[in-house]
């Protein structure tokens, strides 16, 4: 079966960086759009990043464009989320997400998703 298990949050304080792992198990990874989800309590799931199946295009929401930079291994089946320049409202459980259809692009509309990681915390400090 599907699973994906993310790891690499934690607390930091504004202006710092992260890097977010995912680890991708049950399918073949390389043939799947990816993509990275937040939600702060009590706010909606979000899309923050997304990246196609050969790790040559992106899209990203607009809060988060110029610091963030998702990017895949295919190799060892691993997404990831750096994420520099770090502000307080980027505090959120983040969520690694692949798309429904191997006919995908990328896309950050979680309708387009239909699997879920369990998630990882990130709580920016000011």
């Known amino acids: 079966q599907v699973q994906l298990v993310e790891s690499g949050g934690g607390s930091v304080q504004a202006g710092g960086s992260l890097r977010l792992s995912c680890a991708a198990s049950?399918?073949?990874?390389?043939?799947?759009?990816m993509a990275w989800f937040r939600q702060a309590p009590g706010g909606e799931r979000e899309g923050v990043a997304s990246?196609?199946?050969?790790?040559?295009?992106?899209e990203y929401a607009d809060s988060v464009k110029g610091r963030f930079t998702i990017s895949r291994d295919n190799a060892k089946n691993t997404l990831f989320l750096q994420m520099n320049s770090l502000k307080p409202e980027d505090t959120a459980m983040y969520y690694c997400?692949?798309?429904?259809?191997?006919?995908?692009?990328?896309?950050?509309?979680?309708?387009?998703?239909?699997?879920w990681g369990q998630g990882t915390q990130v709580t920016v400090s000011s």
């Open positions: 997400a692949r798309s429904a259809s191997s006919w995908c692009f990328p896309s950050i509309h979680d309708s387009d998703y239909n699997y």
């Open positions: 049950g399918y073949n990874y390389r043939s799947y759009c």
């Open positions: 990246v196609n199946r050969g790790d040559t295009t992106r």
